[in-house]
């Protein structure tokens, strides 16, 4: 994990009528909350329901001048999104490296509420990083039903980091009685070593059974001695559950992605482990029980069998999040995508092991480190990413481009497009009912400072660059969320918004 890896930053795209789909499948139903967790859904297939959206009008996007949304701080974790009944207007909900929580009004832009956590580490407090201050990094994750937010924040208390995990009521951003809760006391009094110092928390946070899961994983640098951890909590009343852990030192668990779930199981991808003569869970994805129990079952993890090289190369598979996939005729599948620019299809009831892949497909002669998105095109599941060498058909420039997943006659990948793109954030698509009019949309985060989008079966680019469309300060792997009637997108302190037009901007078809 020694390179750059901040998560997620907050492109989000809000339009009326959105709903998440997953796991990844041919014919899925939206559903509401799509705002919740990280890239729509559980199965972070970053893909949302847009009725009012299509191919011929996506030009016609445009910043709203008029609207608000000054934060304190910049924005690595996702914005979500939440409506309570009574509202006209939900709440777009934003959290900051300086520990600042708002609950923007997704209309205007002005704050309806907002909560400071404490004072956030500066950079001189960690032994290693590239995030000053560090506060929250990783994207929350929403209970709609409890009207709740949970989210993992580095605290500085007298001059010592803490990670602390909150709960906080989303109707006025109260914190909840019994948090925070300090997660290394904690997990010491359950037996498990943690050093806040050591660690990072850059992986999107997930609820599951009434739990609540939070991936570790060191900061840039890879210094200390960690280990890749998810650490479980109990809502009611708040506490530590217990921990799973890499066996062997550092392995963290850090793509912006963070935990997945096809509704059963929990996956995560590890990165570069240290030292490992024998595999001790890192460069691997790995399926996590509820009970955080720890398996050696090759039913239960994937890791490459050239695993100890790409430990030596630092290109470990722990940069991009496992997503699983569903195609009708074939069993169940997760793709994993690494470092190394290769892509691996896993049985997802059987991983496989070490080396043990359905199929292998080079993807890119340059780094994977995104979240990817997921959506069907005519029988097969296209999933796009950003790399910037991505291996095009026929040549050509990357930047952007999606493999082509099919189920028959076997599993197996394919490139499917190409796309230039200067930037490195990370994709979503929209939909105009699940399936049609696919549009992938990103971010130039650290490149062109712009909204882009793509049609997502020919990777056609359907934005001009304009003045616009632009966005100040966007961190890396800038990812999207849809809700209501914008897009909304965070910079450097500030959330952009953006809506549809009623007519194309001059020089646009």
Known sequence: MRASAAVALALGLVFAGFGWLGPVSQAAVPQPDAGRTYHAAEDRSGRYSVPGLTWANAASITRDASFDGAVDGRVYAQPLYWRPENRAHGLVIVATE????????????????????????????????????????????????????????????QGSPHHLVFGIRLSDGAMLPGWPV??????????IRFSAAEQNQRGALALSGGRLYVPYGGHWGDCGDYHGMVAGFQLDPPGALGAWMTRAPKGGVWA????????????VATGNTEGAREWGDGEAIIRIPPDLHHSTSPRDYFTPSNWRELDRSDTDLGGTNPLPIDLPGTRPLILAMGKDGEAYLLDRENLGGIGHAIA????????????????????RIFVAFQSRAALCPGGGTGGLAAVAISGTPEPGITTAWCAALNGRGAPVVTT???????????????????????????????LPAR????????????????AEDALYVAGDARLYAFRLRASPPPGTH
């Open 467 to 482: 003045a616009d469309l632009s966005i100040a300060g966007a961190a890396p792997f800038a990812t999207i969320l849809a």
């Open 256 to 267: 912006p992605g963070g935990i997945a779930s096809d509704g059963r199981s929990l996956f």
């Open 432 to 462: 105009t009912n699940g399936k049609t009019e696919p549009i992938v949309w990103v971010a130039g985060a650290m490149g062109d400072e712009r909204l882009h989008a793509f049609r997502g079966d020919s990777g056609q680019e359907l």
């Open 98 to 157: 300086t520990n600042h929580v708002y609950g923007l009004d997704a209309a205007t832009g002005h704050p309806l509420w907002q909560r400071i956590l404490g004072p956030p580490a500066p950079r001189s407090a960690l032994p290693c990083g590239n995030i000053n201050p560090l506060g929250i990094t990783g994207t929350p994750v929403i209970d709609v039903q409890a009207g709740a937010l949970y989210l993992d924040a580095m605290v500085d208390q």
């Open 360 to 379: 292998v497909e080079r993807a890119a002669d340059d780094r994977i480190i995104t979240s990817p998105a997921a959506y069907p095109v005519s029988g």
């Open 182 to 191: 300090d997660v290394e006391a904690a997990l010491r009094d359950k037996g």
